[in-house]
Every structure is written in C-alpha cells, then in structure tokens.
C-alpha cells in the first residue's frame, strides 16, 4: 500500500515542474503621495479638554478655539481657552501656541498665554503637548501646562487631554 502512494508521489512531483512559466504582470500605476491632512493646512478649530490640576487637587474641563497656520514642518496658532473647576473656579487666557510638525498628522509643540484666574488672578501659562490627528478634521491633544502666579503665590500644573475638531 505505502509502496504504491510513494511510486505515485514520485511520479506527480516532476511533472509539476513542468507547468510552463510564470505570465508577466502588467505595470501598476506608482501609489499616490500627495495627501493631504486637515492636520498640517491650518485654519479655525475648536476643542474641548478635561484634566486635573494638582495645588491644590481639583479637576476641571477647558473649552478652546483657535486659528492655526502650517509650513512645511511647523506650525503657528493663536488660541482662546476658558476653563471650569470642579470647585466652582475658573479662568480664561489667550496665547500663542508653535511648534514642528513630525508629519502631516502630528504637532509637538507648547503654548505660552496670558490669562486671569477667578480667584488667584493673573499668571502665565506654558504648555508643552502633542497633538495628532486620529480621522478627518479630529484631532486627540495632550499636553502639560503650568501657571505661573504674578502675584507671587504658588503656581498650579494640570495634565490636560481632550480632542480638537477643525473645520
């Protein structure tokens, strides 16, 4: 029986060798590289980011809006937030963010602003993030930022995560 699947085996392995050559392919027309991302072209956006500030511990959620110019490899916005405590405070800034684009979906860069707090007056935010695209137009940011206190009082840092939509 064994005898007979071998001597059969034998027999059909060359003659697959046999088959002819392979067809050539048509040529395919080179894949496109000049897409373009909502990411790095620039205009109005809006977002909303939520977070935590630590001294003293409290969480919050900050509405943004902004205009944003791109080059090549960098970017220039001006932006707007205002911001809500859990403990009933607040505050409102407006600043400058800039920084590089890694590629057409990714922005790593900081803000500097200017803002009043509601009980802790004026201080200077900066805010080092990244920002990248994750669909059409939405954006996830995350970023740090901490506010100096001119009146000299302690400052606070919050980490600060959210989405970002452009139209």
Do not use: C, K
């Not at 027999?11 to 392919?25: K, R, T």
């Not at 395919?28 to 630590?54: E, R």
């Not at 979906?105 to 802790?120: D, I, M, N, P």
């Not at 939405?138 to 939509?165: E, K, N, Y």
């Amino acid at each position: 029986m064994y005898r007979s699947i071998i001597v059969t085996a034998l027999f059909l392995v060359p003659s697959v060798a046999y088959a002819g050559e392979m067809p050539a392919l048509p040529d395919l027309p080179p894949l496109p590289t000049d897409y373009v991302s909502t990411g790095s072209v620039g205009g109005p956006y809006l977002g909303l980011l939520g977070g935590a500030t630590m001294g003293p511990l409290r969480g919050g959620v900050s509405a943004l809006a902004g205009y944003s110019w791109a080059g090549d490899d960098t970017f220039l916005a001006v932006e707007g937030t205002v911001q809500g405590n859990f403990d009933e405070t607040g505050s409102i800034d407006f600043g400058v963010r800039a920084g590089l684009l890694l590629d057409q979906a990714v922005e790593v860069g900081g803000l500097v602003a200017l803002g009043l707090h509601s009980t802790e007056g004026t201080y200077v935010r900066v805010a080092p993030g990244v920002q990248f695209e994750v669909s059409n137009g939405a954006s996830a940011r995350f970023q740090v930022q901490h506010d100096i206190d001119l009146s000299g009082d302690p400052g606070r840092t919050s980490v600060m995560s959210g989405m970002v939509f452009r139209f």
